[in-house]
């Protein structure tokens, strides 16, 4: 796994908000950056997937740990 450059906490955050949050952080990172985002609404987990593939970001993986889901995102565009 690569280097996290990005990380941002939405737990606790209800759906739009931690897809809303990851736009914003993506734009400010240089193409090639990795985000890791955590979340503990499972709604994000089809609103991130939407997200990155009509955003153009890849999304590299995704993991869930005692209800927290982390997903990593390369900025790509």
Request: hydrophobic share 45%; proline share 4%; net charge negative.
């Given at each position: 796994m690569d280097k996290v450059d990005v990380?941002?906490?939405c737990?606790?955050?209800?759906c739009p908000m931690p897809a809303l949050k990851a736009r914003t952080a993506i734009k400010?990172?240089?193409v090639g950056q990795l985000l890791?985002?955590?979340t503990t609404d499972p709604?994000?987990?089809?609103d991130?997937?939407?997200w990155s593939t009509r955003a153009g970001h890849e999304l590299v993986r995704i993991e869930?740990?005692?209800g927290v889901l982390k997903f990593y995102i390369r900025k790509t565009v």
């Open positions: 990380s941002l906490d737990r606790g955050l209800l400010n990172m240089q890791e985002m955590l709604g994000a987990k089809p991130i997937l939407a869930e740990t005692s």
